[in-house]
Nanobody, 124 residues
């Protein structure tokens, strides 16, 4: 599976962006798909996931209520709608696909396929 992330950019605090992750080679239907982010000098952080096993979605505490992950099966794409953005959301965002068990859905080690990353910058 090859992943292509897009949609990053510069936005003011309080604004919105939508990231997209498109798969080629295979469909997303047989994989859980997640978004992680990494800010300069910080560890990679779990943002959101759409689980293949139960079709549920999971979110990191810092984005709950503001971000929404969704699948567009017709386009073989997973989107991350980001609302009420804050300067602390500034990071490179990566999409990932894999088959982690549910209890490890937020662990980056469970994902074997990664996109190239897209920069999100939120100005104050």
């Amino acid at each position: 599976v090859q992943l292509q992330a897009s949609g990053g950019g510069l936005v003011q605090a309080g604004g919105s962006l939508r990231l997209s992750c498109t798969a080629s080679g295979r469909t997303f239907s047989s994989y859980s798909v997640a978004w992680f982010r990494q800010a300069p000098g910080k560890e990679r952080e779990f943002v959101a996931a759409s689980a293949m096993q139960n079709s549920r979605t999971y979110y990191g505490d810092s984005v709950k209520g503001r971000f929404t992950i969704s699948r567009d099966r017709a386009k073989n794409t997973v989107n991350l709608q980001m609302n009420s953005l804050k300067p602390e959301d500034t990071a490179v965002y990566y999409c990932a696909a894999g088959r982690p068990i549910i209890s490890e859905i937020a662990n980056s080690l469970g994902y074997g396929y990664w996109g190239q990353g897209t920069q999100v910058t939120v100005s104050s």
